[in-house]
């Protein structure tokens, strides 16, 4: 269940990925819905899944990007599992705490990523700080709304099936 | 698994990435797992590029019969000079090729073009890529990729049909080039500060350059060959003791590349690169003893 979830995750953020390419140019510039798809996915728990996905997530965005391949899949290993064990100790009640962690996330990927590309290229072309935080924000905001409906989906889904059980017992 | 076996998990995968990563040093874009994950994303970016840009329809749409009258007339007319200039250059050519046949100087040919589809182009991030679909003929790695404009870059990945280019404003890109005007030559890169512009390297302060000069493939890089649009001289500084800082406006806007096009070229034939080549012995002229 939990690899089919990762699947069908991983197969939104890729579309949503390539659809905001196609639709905005600068939509890398500002929103990463890889590392986005990776916070949602390690918040869940489980810290040796959020590990691989976070691995395979990133690997996929290497693919899309002329840097040494393996960046990306770096950055958000460390970014997946360190999301994963914070989940496990803190209890996220409001919205506002996900956009907090999502965008905290952000920074700490690029930040990753800049310091690898500084050791690894000869040239490095460093990230500005200014897109940076607007990467941070956006994806924060991005983050919150999609837990925000994920969990009205959730309490729907719930809500329906207890509705077909009690039904189920007055027939 | 437990936490603590987790941690292990993690600090192996890491410590392979990090091994990986450092393996890869200037072969860039040589690996299975790039080529594998490429193959599974190109058709996903195909079948995405091939949806209609709503944003462009919708401004499409509101253009006036009128404006494309107008459109049309323009570009009538402009064929028509094309094809006057056509007329001329190909004059041009032949009587070059006279020239070169009785000084026998053989032009190196500059290669067959064929056109092919943009699926995927980032062009802003600073990891800037486009990503190509070639369809039943393959592209081959370092092969240069140009734009009606100029020069767009090089593939530096080939998975099946897609191919994956570098920019020739990426930081980590160089390319032989020369002023125009005064055929100094130096080394394109990009200038790395998130503009999509490009530098002009090691050219000396004694050299004569001036913001508009134009500035072209060298041809001496084993990549591209001579003679290609690389951009624009926009500014010159002083920038050290012994070269000056040029930058550059690309000749191609980047942001507009649905189409771009793949050449053919060997800037040396596959004979000579391979290490069982010997020169030819010189046959002695008529009426010379060996």
Same mark, same amino acid.
């Given at each position: ?171 | ?40 994303? %190109? /058709?996903? =970016? ?9 944003? &462009?329809?919708?401004?499409?749409? +509101? *253009? $006036? @019969? ?93 998975? %099946? /049909?897609? =191919? ?9 890109? &160089?390319?032989?080039?020369?002023? +125009? *005007? $005064? @055929? ?107």
């Amino acid at each position: 269940m939990s690899a089919l979830k990762l699947t069908a995750a991983l197969a939104a953020a890729v579309l949503l990925h390539l659809l905001g390419v196609h639709l905005i140019p600068s939509f890398t510039l500002f929103v990463d819905v890889f590392l986005v798809m990776v916070v949602l996915y390690a918040l869940e728990g489980s810290s040796l899944a959020a590990l691989l996905a976070g691995l395979m997530v990133g690997l996929l965005h290497d693919t899309l990007t002329s840097g040494p391949y393996g960046l990306f899949g770096f950055a958000d290993t460390i970014v997946g599992y360190t999301t994963a064990r914070l989940a496990q100790r803190l209890v996220i009640q409001r919205s506002t705490s996900v956009l907090a962690l999502v965008s905290f996330a952000s920074v700490a990927q690029q930040a990753i990523v800049a310091g690898l590309a500084f050791v690894l290229l000869p040239t490095p072309e460093l990230p500005n700080p200014l897109w940076v935080a607007v990467k941070a924000a956006v994806c924060g905001l991005l983050g919150m709304l999609i837990h925000i409906a994920t969990i009205n989906w959730r309490r729907s889904a719930e809500t329906r099936k207890r509705g077909r059980m009690s039904r189920l017992r007055l027939g | 698994m437990d936490e603590r076996r987790t941690g292990w998990v993690l600090i192996v995968v890491l410590v392979i990435q990090l091994v990986f990563l450092a393996a890869q040093g200037s072969r860039q874009g040589d690996t299975v797992l790039e080529r594998l994950s490429l193959r599974f994303l %190109g /058709p996903g =970016a195909r079948a995405v590029a091939s949806l209609p840009n709503s944003f &462009g329809g919708f401004r499409e749409g +509101l *253009r $006036t @019969r009128e404006g494309l009258q107008e459109d049309n007339l323009r570009l009538r007319r402009e064929v028509e000079d094309l094809k006057l200039r056509l007329m001329q250059l190909t004059d041009i050519e032949n009587e070059a090729h006279r020239l070169g046949a009785a000084v026998r100087h053989a032009t190196p040919p500059l290669g067959r073009i064929r056109a092919v589809d943009v699926v995927y182009a980032d062009h802003t991030s600073w990891l800037r890529t486009l990503v190509l679909y070639c369809g039943a003929e393959p592209a081959h790695k370092n092969q240069p990729v140009l734009s009606a404009d100029g020069l767009v870059g090089r593939v530096v990945l080939v998975s %099946g /049909p897609y =191919a994956k280019v570098q920019l020739v404003t990426d930081r980590a890109a &160089g390319v032989g080039a020369m002023i +125009l *005007r $005064t @055929r100094r030559q130096g080394v394109v890169r990009g200038s790395g500060r998130g503009s999509g512009g490009l530098e002009l390297d090691y050219v000396p302060l004694q050299a004569d350059v001036r913001p508009g000069d134009f500035v072209i493939t060298a041809g001496i890089d084993g990549v591209y060959p001579r003679g290609i649009p690389v951009g624009a001289v926009v500014a010159v500084a002083q920038g050290g003791q012994l070269f000056h800082k040029i930058q550059l406006a690309p000749a191609v806007d980047f942001g507009t590349l649905d189409q771009v096009y793949l050449l053919d070229y060997e800037p040396l034939s596959a004979e000579i690169m391979s290490p069982d080549f010997k020169s030819p012995q010189k046959e002695p002229a008529p009426g010379v003893r060996p």
